[in-house]
Nanobody, 128 residues
Framework: VQLVESGGGLVQAGGSLRLSCAASGRTLSSYAVGWFRQAPGKDREFVAAITSSGTRTYYVDSVKGRFTISRDNAKNTAYLQMNSPAPEDTAVYYC??????????????????????WGQGTQVTVSS
């Protein structure tokens, strides 16, 4: 699976931005999709994930209520809607795909080691 992120850029705090993650090579419908981010000088961190069916979503506490992960399997694309971003959300955002099956614990989706395929990243800069 090849993943390509788009939609990053400069946004004012309190605005909105939607990141897209387009897949090619294989259908994305059998994979969970996660969004991760890495700020300068910091480790990569989990942001959000969605199961292959789209029935379950997971978020890091710092983005709950502001970011929404979704997917359109017909378009082989996943999204991260960022509402009310803050300067501390500034980072390179990566989407990733992980094999999925029923019954996996939530910890599976939070761990970057679960993800086999990664995009190249897209920069998001939030100005105050």
């Amino acid at each position: 699976v090849q993943l390509v992120e788009s939609g990053g850029g400069l946004v004012q705090a309190g605005g909105s931005l939607r990141l897209s993650c387009a897949a090619s090579g294989r259908t994305l419908s059998s994979y969970a999709v996660g969004w991760f981010r890495q700020a300068p000088g910091k480790d990569r961190e989990f942001v959000a994930a969605i199961t292959s069916s789209g029935t379950r979503t997971y978020y890091v506490d710092s983005v709950k209520g502001r970011f929404t992960i979704s997917r359109d399997n017909a378009k082989n694309t996943a999204y991260l809607q960022m509402n009310s971003p803050a300067p501390e959300d500034t980072a390179v955002y990566y989407c990733a795909a992980a094999r999925d099956q029923a019954g996996l614990p939530r910890s599976y989706y939070y761990s970057d080691s679960s993800y086999d395929y990664w995009g190249q990243g897209t920069q998001v800069t939030v100005s105050s």
